[in-house]
C-alpha cells in the first residue's frame, strides 16, 4: 500500500519553468453524498466555486474548478454524489456522474475518513473497477475528525476493497480541505497522470460555469440552511434576470439581480419564508454578500418563491429548471 504524506520528488527533465513538460486535463472527484467533494474542489481551486451544505445531494450541476499551476492546469470536475434512485432528478444526476467518468484523465474517489467503508462505497468502487484505463486515487478526506489510529484503520480498508475488486490506486492520499492539510500535495500527485498539452482555460479563469447558473447556486445553497431536515432536496433556484441598473453613476453601479426559489408542495412556502418572511429575508442578505464577493459589484437581490408541483419527478419542470 502507497499512502502519500509528503511531496513527490521534483521531476528532473526540463521544458517548463519547474523542469518538466505542461500537463493540463480533467480531474474528476466522486463518491457517496457529503463525501467533501465539493469542500475539497474549492480548498483546491483557492476559491468558492462549488456549493457546500452538511447534507447529501447539495451538487446538482458539473462544476469546473479551474487550478493554474507553472507545470499544469488542472480541471477539476466536481459531480453530484452517486446514490441509489428515488426520483428522475436522481437518476438523472447518477447519468451525470458515469459520462464524467468516461471523459477525464484521473478519477479521485472521496471516502470520509470519518466513516467505515459500507455499501455505498463498495458500490462505486465496484463501477470504478470496470473502467480500465483511467487512474484512480483515493482520497481520505475530513482527516481532522479523526484520530491517527482510525486515520490507519481507514487507510488499510481502502487499500484492501481495491485488491478484492482487482485493481490497484495510483495513490492513497488522507486530507483535510477545512485544515488545509495534504490539499497541495494532492495537487501534486494528480498533476502528473495529466497528459502533456498547454493550458485549456485562459489564465485567471476559475471555473466555467456561468455567473446566472453561480448566483443561482448561492441562493440555493442560502436556502437550505436551516431547512434540510424539512425540506432536504425540494428547493431549486432559477435566476431569471440578472441586469446592470440603467440610472447609476459609472463609479456606483449596481446589478439587479431577480431570482424564483421553488420548492414542490404550497406547504412548504411558509417554511421557506418563514414568520412574517423572516427567513427569506435572511436568505436575501446571506447569498447577496456571497453574489457580491464572486462579482465584485454591489447588488439588489429580488427573491420570490414559487410552488412547481412534484418538479424532481416532472420531465417537462426538470427541463425548465435546468436538469
Known amino acids: 500500500m502507497s499512502v502519500r504524506t509528503q511531496s513527490p520528488e521534483p521531476p528532473e527533465s526540463s521544458g517548463s519553468p519547474s523542469g518538466a513538460p505542461h500537463r493540463a486535463g480533467f480531474a474528476c472527484f466522486v463518491g457517496r453524498p457529503n463525501a467533501g467533494k465539493s469542500t475539497l474542489t474549492n480548498a483546491l481551486v483557492g476559491q468558492k466555486v462549488a456549493i457546500t451544505a452538511n447534507q447529501p445531494q447539495t451538487t446538482r ?3 469546473r474548478g479551474i487550478v493554474h499551476r507553472d507545470d499544469a492546469q488542472l480541471i477539476l470536475v466536481d459531480t453530484p454524489g452517486l446514490h441509489k434512485p428515488r426520483t428522475l432528478l436522481g437518476e438523472r444526476l447518477n447519468d451525470v456522474v458515469r459520462t464524467t467518468w468516461a471523459e477525464v484523465d484521473v478519477i479521485g474517489f472521496c471516502l470520509p475518513a470519518n466513516e467505515k467503508l459500507g455499501p455505498g462505497d463498495r458500490f462505486i468502487a465496484k ?13 481520505v478526506t475530513k482527516t481532522d475528525l479523526v484520530d491517527s489510529k482510525t486515520l490507519a484503520e481507514q487507510l488499510i480498508a481502502i487499500d484492501q476493497l481495491g485488491k478484492e475488486l482487482g485493481f490497484e490506486w495510483a495513490e492513497i492520499v488522507p486530507v483535510s480541505a477545512v485544515g488545509d492539510e495534504q490539499v497541495d500535495l494532492l495537487a501534486d500527485l494528480l498533476v502528473p497522470l495529466l497528459p502533456e498539452g498547454p493550458a485549456l482555460y ?25 431547512v434540510r431536515d424539512e425540506l432536504p432536496h425540494s428547493i431549486a433556484v432559477v435566476v431569471e434576470e440578472m441586469l446592470p441598473r440603467e440610472d447609476r453613476p459609472a463609479d456606483k453601479p449596481l446589478l ?15 417554511i421557506v419564508i418563514g414568520p412574517k418572511g423572516k427567513r427569506l429575508k435572511e436568505v436575501g442578505i446571506k447569498s447577496r454578500k456571497q453574489i457580491e464577493a464572486l462579482l465584485g459589484t454591489p447588488v439588489f437581490l429580488d427573491l420570490h418563491v414559487k410552488v412547481a408541483k412534484d418538479w424532481q419527478r416532472d420531465p417537462r419542470q426538470l427541463r425548465k429548471l435546468g436538469f
Open 127 to 139: 463501477e470504478l473497477a470496470s473502467i480500465r484505463k483511467t487512474p484512480k486515487i483515493a482520497i
Open 202 to 226: 485562459p489564465e485567471g479563469d476559475l471555473t466555467d460555469e456561468p455567473e446566472q447558473v453561480m448566483v443561482a447556486e448561492l441562493i440555493r445553497e442560502a436556502a437550505l440552511e436551516g
Open 61 to 63: 450541476h458539473t462544476v
Open 256 to 270: 439587479d439581480i431577480h431570482a424564483f426559489v421553488y420548492i414542490e408542495r404550497p406547504s412548504q412556502k411558509g
